[in-house]
Antibody, heavy 123, light 108 residues
Framework: QVQLQESGPGLVNPSETLSLTCTVS????????WSWIRQPPGKGLEWIGY???????NYSPSLKSRVTISVDTSKNQFSLKLNSVTAADTAVYYC?????????????????WGQGTLVTVSS | DIQMTQSPSSLSASVGDRVTITCRAS??????LNWYQQKPGKAPKLLIY???SLQSGVPSRFSGSGSGTDFTLTISSLQPEDFATYYC??????????FGPGTKVDIK
């Protein structure tokens, strides 16, 4: 059973960089896409971006200028960096595995999720 | 950008009821539509992918249908553990995935 666990600071100062890591256990990070998704308190879900185990990435256009997702296959981990954060970036951040359908090359849905970690942006 | 809407935004139902939730896309997304269930304080759980494929381990009372712009999630007989918020998600405009605003199902 694949399990994902987010880790990182729960409090980030405005204008600084939010950094989170997702550790994958129970399976290899190799061969799959991996994604970050966030949910502001009391609101809906927003996709941030995904990375293939080889390192290729795609990001949400609305966050692209501030986001970097990277992967470390030796540690079975992938990471999120979001710079220049504001209070609007306060959210529960989830990592998830992304899967393809119909043999298409790009991912389509998210089948395994971490429990989520709340990151608050405040001084 | 493709916009997703869901109706209703909330509903009250009883155990044993048949429940239908609708998701509509602002343009055709073929069958690139997935459904998730989220309980308070928990991560979303995948129920249905590709509009109508049941994720492994999900009870058969959950079903999905539709294509193009209109989709439905049906719970054939609502169980106590099904009270939750349900989200649809499109992946047609990959790499921009968008989620619907959610439908909260609570106890009547």
């Amino acid at each position: 059973q694949v399990q994902l666990q987010e880790s990182g600071p729960g409090l980030v100062n405005p204008s600084e960089t939010l950094s989170l890591t997702c550790t994958v256990s129970g399976g290899s990070i190799g061969g799959y896409y991996w994604s970050w998704i966030r949910q502001p308190p009391g609101k809906g879900l927003e996709w941030i971006g995904y990375i293939y185990y080889s390192g290729s990435t795609n990001y949400s256009p609305s966050l692209k200028s501030r986001v970097t997702i990277s992967v470390d296959t030796s540690k079975n981990q992938f990471s999120l960096k979001l710079n220049s954060v504001t209070a609007a970036d306060t959210a529960v951040y989830y990592c998830a595995r992304a899967r393809q359908v119909w043999d298409l090359p790009e991912p389509s849905y998210f089948d395994y999720w971490g429990q989520g970690t709340l990151v608050t942006v405040s001084s | 950008d493709i916009q997703m809407t869901q109706s209703p935004s909330s509903l009250s139902a009883s155990v044993g009821d048949r429940v239908t939730i609708t998701c509509r896309a602002s343009q055709s997304i073929r069958s690139f539509l997935n459904w998730y269930q989220q309980k308070p304080g928990k991560a979303p759980k995948l129920l249905i992918y590709a509009a109508s494929s049941l994720q492994s381990g999900v009870p058969s009372r959950f079903s999905g249908s539709g294509s193009g712009t209109d989709f439905t999630l049906t719970i054939s007989s609502l169980q106590p553990e099904d009270f939750a918020t349900y989200y649809c998600q499109q992946s047609y405009s990959n790499p921009l995935f968008t989620f619907g605003p959610g439908t909260k199902v609570d106890i009547k």
